[in-house]
């Protein structure tokens, strides 16, 4: 495979310093411009802070690249023929010399591919609401059931079937575990309803659960769900009546496949009047403090 990989992720990697990949979608398509690019350049300086090296991951010019610079990171922000790239969507960029924004399923791929074991986003894909007529559920999930990277996240969001989508996890076999929480958090909320399948309270006891899961010989992923900080929560009943109207907007709208959760992102920072997005970059910003604690405590057992 042909990856771009950074000198300083590189070295990083082979002194065996802690790196932290970073996905693109959400900052091509799931934020507005310009606050998604100020919320990469931020996390990428609250990792770094934290003593570990920022590798945001993307498609660039059709080369997988490991490690991005301010230019790439404006570009992703800004220009609209940057594609949505989960999996299927990988060959199609590559071989057409295309630019991608990478979703958790495909940023996990290269971050595996590069020899990175931790991964910090917003939310992750799972099984959508009216998967049993649609057959809509993330690649995110099936990726998870190969590819042996931890995916920090606060949750997912009430977009989706979060009952259905921890189902579906059980059986792909990933572990879900609720950090410093016993319920599963749903993004903007702290809570879900769903209890978390299990939960830990250090970096420390996340990093052994990745060894032990890897040294069993079980690929795949994990899921750290970091909840949201309280401050910055918006309660659960709020932002259900949005998402419900949101929902309705784009079924009425007819949108469907890989454009429903960017269009449902985008309906959710029109209707709370950018409220959301407040809410969505404190936890990104949370998650990135984490993911880097997690990353020091896997490089360094
Ligand atoms: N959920 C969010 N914010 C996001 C995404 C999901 O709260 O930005 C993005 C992630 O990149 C995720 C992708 O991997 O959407 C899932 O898209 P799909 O449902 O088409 O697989
Ligand atoms: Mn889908």
Same mark, same amino acid.
């Given at each position: ?6 000198? /300083? ?6 002194s ?7 996905? =693109? ?24 802070? %934290? ?5 945001? @991951?993307?498609?660039?010019?059709g080369?997988?690249?490991? $490690?991005?610079?301010? &230019? ?6 800004s220009?609209? =023929? ?23 399923? =495909? ?7 590069? !020899? @990175? ?7 992750? !894909? #799972?099984?959508?609401? !009216? ?7 993330s ?21 989706? &079937? ?10 792909? $076999? ?5 950090? !410093? ?10 809570w ?9 309270? =250090?970096? %420390? ?14 690929? #795949? $992923?994990?899921?750290?769900?970091n909840?949201?900080?309280?401050e910055? /929560? *918006?309660?659960?009943?709020? *932002?259900g ?13 007819? @949108? ?9 992102? #985008?309906? *959710?920072?029109? *209707?709370?009047? #950018? ?27």
């Amino acid at each position: 495979m042909n990856l771009t990989v950074t000198d /300083e992720v590189r070295d990083a990697l082979a002194s065996g310093q802690p790196v932290v990949a970073l996905e =693109s979608t959400i900052i091509s398509h799931g934020m507005p411009y310009p606050q998604n690019v100020e919320m990469a350049r931020t996390v990428e300086g609250i990792v770094r802070e %934290a003593g570990a090296v920022p590798a945001t @991951i993307a498609v660039l010019r059709g080369r997988p690249t490991i $490690g991005l610079s301010a &230019d790439d990171l404006e570009l992703l922000a800004s220009d609209d =023929s940057v594609i949505k790239v989960s999996i299927r969507d990988l060959p199609y960029v590559v071989s057409q010399g295309l630019h991608g924004a990478t979703t958790v399923a =495909s940023t996990m791929r290269l971050a595996a591919l590069a !020899g @990175i074991g931790v991964f910090v986003t917003g939310g992750l !894909g #799972g099984v959508h609401r !009216g998967a049993e007529t649609t057959y809509d559920v993330s690649a995110d999930l099936t990726e998870l059931s190969t590819t042996s990277v931890a995916v920090v996240c606060a949750g997912v969001k009430s977009i989706l &079937d979060i009952g259905l989508t921890l189902e579906k996890l059980e059986t792909l $076999g990933v572990p879900v575990v609720g950090y !410093g929480t016993d319920d599963f958090p749903s993004f903007f909320s702290r809570w879900s309803g769903f209890a978390a399948p299990m939960r830990l309270d =250090s970096p %420390a006891d996340v990093a052994a659960l990745m060894r032990a899961k890897w040294d069993l010989g079980l690929a #795949g $992923g994990v899921v750290v769900a970091n909840p949201i900080p309280e401050e910055s /929560e *918006i309660p659960a009943e709020e *932002i259900g009546v949005i998402i419900d109207r949101a929902l309705a907007d784009m079924d009425a709208l007819g @949108i469907r496949g890989k454009d429903a959760t960017p269009y449902l992102l #985008g309906r *959710i920072v029109e *209707i709370t009047e #950018g409220g959301s997005l407040t809410a969505n970059i404190a936890l990104v910003e949370h998650n990135a403090r984490l993911g880097a604690a997690i990353a020091t405590a896997y490089a360094r057992p």
